[in-house]
């Protein structure tokens, strides 16, 4: 299965932000390594709940962030943060049920990281750096 | 094969959650899903019942937060377990949902897995409590039952050597005699509380509504308990306040228990000092309002005080300070209990303010409906009469004829004995069917009619006399032509003697005809009242 690939479109130009989300890309990139060896399922579960406490951890992370620059659409970004947590849930809970496979879920994770970094994330990156041009 | 599965209630608006949560539940319980759109209490089906409600919100609302609320507020859901699932990950909003009355809350993302033993878990500790709850249920209705049948032969024994005791016997043996009373009447007292505990329990205990007057009942507790303190060497003082002497709606019999318990209560405790008991307009709270008046009452004592540690638990049932103490005062330790449960029955709070040492102040607040009857209205049926030995009516009447309906011979003894010296002319039938007969030959002016009697019970006897009386049988029935016509168009009072001190054995009662209901043990004072209601010859 194709790798999650560090692209400059993934970058939003913050140090912290880029940083984490490298992370994040990396344990994303484990998983679809261990779906192509073919491991064992606990450990799959394992990395899973990795991905899931490293991505709570990043939504916190990045909550915070805005919260310290009194960022306007804090509230709206949130929202995002629970959205994508409620599309997590049921694609874990249909690979719990065996309704998807774990590649189905890499998948999704893949497409679930592209499409909010490359939209959302970068909006709050804009705004730290209008902001700090202002001063 | 299970053939019941429990039912759960899935509430959400999100399609693949429906599908994920059905699918994860199916094998186990019965599912029905609903919208969470438009939620309300009333949008919970009733058939087949909920075991458990699964809410299922992306995002913690105030609208879900509401209606968690009404769940757990409305009769008719409060009982079944919630859980709600949804990705809020904050403490405050996880805090309201739990203040809210939700029994579990699980943020997303989640494990199947866990959400499947907690949902059993929760429906195991539910099956676990009403079974709980039914077990205990079973024995204070036992309990009830018991006294029942304690009661009645109890009732013969206090009664009939009331009886022995004033007939002129040796001095010695009225000695004897008033020890047996005093056993007995200790026994009786024992038995009243424990079948008022119990049905408290059970919820067996409906309040009566009707006028009552302050004033008068706190005085006529105070006179009965002023000898005893006097023997202690106690004063009893009862301070009031001048609103008390006016009407309201309320239970005139449990607040008189009440505050007897409490006070007596006061007195035992006490070896030297004072008594106090205090009544007036209560303040503090909520304010009273043109419906209602709220009074406090406060009972004072001078006695050892209890300490700080038990004051929390002597409301409790079968609790004294200490084991000992009840060795050495008596008691049941139910009193406590029962005069909390009766207060808070009636929308009331009862609680303690003591020093050891310095004596105990047993508050309570309660509120009563106020009316705007006029005394006079009361007099009538004025229930709180103790004039312990002041004889009946004097003026000579024809004796009444009564008909003493009853199956227990020591009971029968008694009662006509009773009814004797109030001028009576009584004839005993041991059952319904003897009554009838009885009825078929003479005429009655009042019947006293037991309930639980063989062959033919009080209940199914005063249904039949009253078809009689009206000639309105619902189906054609096999009854003596003679006492058919003696009893047609005539109507004689029948008035219910039993044991069984329910309130809806009074109702049940009534309703099949009778006038009046007395529970054993039958004072002779009450027995005398009735008589004077209901048993005039008609001219």
């Not at chain 2, 419906?291 to 006695?303: L, M, N, P, Q, Y």
Request: aromatic content about 6%; glycine content about 6%; charged content about 25%.
């Amino acid at each position: 299965m194709k790798m999650l690939e560090w692209t400059d479109l993934l970058e939003t130009g913050n140090q912290n932000i880029d940083a984490e989300h490298r992370v994040f890309v990396n344990l994303v990139n484990k998983l679809i390594n261990a779906i192509d060896r073919g491991t064992n399922n606990p450990t799959m579960s394992r990395l899973i709940l990795e991905i899931q406490k490293y991505a709570e951890f990043h939504f916190v992370s990045e909550e915070n962030l805005m919260l310290e620059i009194c960022y306007p659409d804090f509230d709206k970004h949130r929202r995002l943060h629970f959205e994508l947590l409620e599309k997590f849930n049921i694609n874990l809970n249909y690979l719990e049920l065996g309704k998807r496979t774990h590649r189905d879920f890499a998948y999704f994770l893949v497409q679930w990281f592209k499409s909010h970094t490359i939209k959302e994330d970068k909006r709050i990156v804009s705004f730290l750096q209008k902001g700090l041009s202002n001063v | 094969m299970k053939s019941h599965f429990n039912t759960i209630l899935i509430l959400s608006d999100e399609p693949d959650n429906i599908q994920i949560l059905s699918d994860t539940l199916a094998d186990r319980y019965q599912i029905i899903v609903r919208k969470i759109g438009d939620s309300s209490t009333e949008a919970v089906p009733t058939q087949p019942s909920i075991d458990l409600i699964l809410i299922d919100i992306p995002v913690l609302d105030d609208d879900v937060i509401e209606f968690c609320r009404s769940l757990s507020a409305s009769p008719a859901t409060t009982a079944i377990p919630v859980v709600v699932l949804s990705t809020t990950n904050d403490e405050e909003g996880i805090v309201k949902v739990f203040s809210a009355g939700a029994n579990d809350y699980i943020t997303k993302p989640f494990r199947l897995s866990i959400l499947k033993e907690r949902i059993s878990s929760h429906i195991e500790l539910v099956r676990a409590k009403t079974a709980a709850e039914k077990a205990d249920r079973i024995k204070s209705e036992f309990l009830a039952n018991m006294s029942h049948d304690i009661r009645t032969p109890l009732n013969a024994i206090i009664g009939i050597n009331r009886l022995a005791i004033e007939s002129h016997i040796p001095e010695e043996q009225v000695r004897y005699g008033q020890m047996v009373q005093e056993s007995a009447e200790g026994l009786l007292r024992l038995l009243n509380d424990i079948l008022d505990h119990s049905k408290v329990e059970a919820g067996q205990l409906d309040l009566e509504h009707q006028p009552l007057n302050l004033q008068k009942l706190i005085e006529s507790v105070v006179n009965l308990l002023i000898i005893r303190a006097q023997e202690k060497g106690l004063t009893l003082r009862c301070v009031t306040s001048a609103d008390l002497d006016r009407l309201y709606y309320g239970d005139p019999l449990r607040l008189r228990q009440i505050l007897f318990n409490l006070v007596q209560n006061a007195i035992k405790f006490t070896s030297e000092g004072s008594v106090t008991v205090t009544i007036e307009p209560h303040h503090d709270g909520p304010e009273a309002d043109e419906a209602e008046a709220v009074f406090h009452f406060s009972i004072k004592d001078t006695g050892p005080g209890i300490v700080l540690e038990k004051q929390e638990t002597v409301f409790g049932a079968f609790d004294q300070e200490d084991s000992s103490i009840g060795r050495r005062y008596g008691g049941t330790g139910l009193g406590l209990s029962i005069a909390r449960r009766l207060v808070e029955l009636m929308g009331g709070k009862i609680w303690l303010e003591s020093e050891a040492g310095l004596g105990s102040t047993f508050h309570f607040v309660l509120p009563f409906a106020r009316t705007n009857l006029s005394e006079e209205i009361e007099q009538g049926n004025e229930e709180i009469q103790v004039p312990p030995g002041v004889s009946g009516d004097t003026v000579r009447r024809s004796a009444p004829r009564v008909l003493l309906v009853e199956d227990d011979e020591f009971s029968r003894v008694l009662f006509r004995k009773l009814l004797e010296t109030d001028g009576c002319a009584v004839t005993e039938a041991e059952n319904g069917v003897v009554a009838l007969e009885e009825l078929a030959e003479k005429d009655f002016d009042i019947i006293f009619m037991d309930v639980r009697m063989p062959e033919l019970d009080g209940l199914s006897t005063t249904r039949l006399i009253r078809q009689c009386e009206t000639g309105d049988f619902g189906s054609p029935v096999d009854l003596p032509k003679r006492l058919i016509r003696r009893l047609r168009d005539t109507y004689t009072p029948i008035i219910a003697l039993t044991a069984n001190a329910m309130s809806k054995d009074r109702s049940r009662c009534l309703a099949a005809g009778m006038d009046e209901y007395l529970a054993k043990p039958i004072l002779p004072e009450d027995l005398r009242a009735v008589l004077k209601t209901f048993g005039r010859r008609p001219h």
